[in-house]
């Protein structure tokens, strides 16, 4: 209960700052910085709205680490008989809080801004002659628009996701940068062989984590396809 308890905590402190960054991403839109008489070029409109999407994709690449550390811990803590079961502990908690917080929430909040369209929305868009593209119909009074293709968009985040998760978590994985400092530019100033043998001792492969990192990998990649 511990673990989950933490665990959804550090996803709902994921959730709120990113509704804070789409409150801003909704309330200071290109037009209306205009507005206020902030004016920007095409580029800079695109830069900023890069910016904050980057940012959103930031602060889920952050929460991720927290949650792997954190779900870790209180799970060597539950006293699992064995490896196999410790592993499957830590598979079954990450990929769900991975899931959850790299693909559900981001979607969802991503949606609700400029995604989702009230039927009051869509009538008054058509009486400005405006008529937003409709691609799925989840309810009545609940529409999507092209706008999840659009920049800031769901597709869009989705995408910012995957650049990030695999700069900062995945491709790390494949050219593992600490374990090399420390074994070509650390371990020669050290003289004592058991400090050298620590420094070039291989890092410590958790499989639950590898395969709930590749769940969340091919989560994302569906919500871009």
Known sequence: MVTLAVTSLLIGASVGIQVLIKFVQALYTPDNLVKRGIELEADQATVYTFLLSALASTVVIVVNL??????????????????????????????????????????????????????????????????????ISHASNIQVTQAWFESGGVVSQAFLLIVTNFVFVEGLKVFQIYPLVMRFLVSPFVISQTRKNALWAPPRMLLGDLYAGAVKTVALCLICN
């Open 66 to 135: 927290l949650l792997k550390w954190t779900i870790k811990y209180f799970v060597s803590l539950e006293g699992h008989d064995t490896k196999t079961d410790f592993e499957i502990r830590i598979f079954t908690m990450l990929s769900m809080a991975y899931v959850l917080n790299t693909v559900v929430m981001p979607m969802a909040l991503g949606a609700l801004p400029f995604g989702v369209r009230s039927p009051t929305l869509l009538d008054a868009k058509e009486r400005l002659g405006c008529r937003p593209k409709l691609l």
